[in-house]
């Protein structure tokens, strides 16, 4: 559960970062984030995080308040103030963007979720045949 939940968040993190981004309509900002390689950067990242299995449920439940959350809000920001990025934008993108992470997580889930289920029914199936 505690790696599926990293992985799934940082994933989520990526999405949440691409939607917030085309949602700004601001020229100059979006100059300047457009060579940002946060994604790269978020990979590497995470790969260092681990999470306990009460970590996990909570950024199950609430993505933004965790430590997880944390992390990749504090690598972004940084990436966003090597971008020229003044500290007030770069908190708000990243607020933002770790809000709107939940609602991707979410989905991850379900669709992990509707896997799982479709592959233990035909575990089942074939150890019955």
Do not use: M, P
């Amino acid at each position: 559960l505690e790696e599926c939940v990293v992985i799934a968040s940082r994933l989520a993190y990526v999405e949440s970062f691409v939607d917030i981004i085309r949602r700004i309509h601001d020229e100059d900002l979006l100059e300047r984030i457009k060579n940002l390689q946060v994604s790269e950067g978020l990979e590497q990242r995470s790969d260092d995080l681990e999470l306990t299995r009460n970590e996990a449920i909570k950024a199950i439940n609430c993505f933004r308040e965790t430590k997880l959350a944390e992390d990749l809000n504090r690598h972004l920001s940084f990436a966003l103030k090597i971008a020229g990025i003044n500290k007030n934008e770069a908190d708000i993108l990243t607020e933002r963007i770790t809000w709107n992470t939940q609602r991707y997580l979410n989905q991850a889930l379900a669709e992990v979720g509707d896997s799982v289920k479709f592959l233990s029914r035909i575990v089942i199936a074939s150890g019955t045949e």
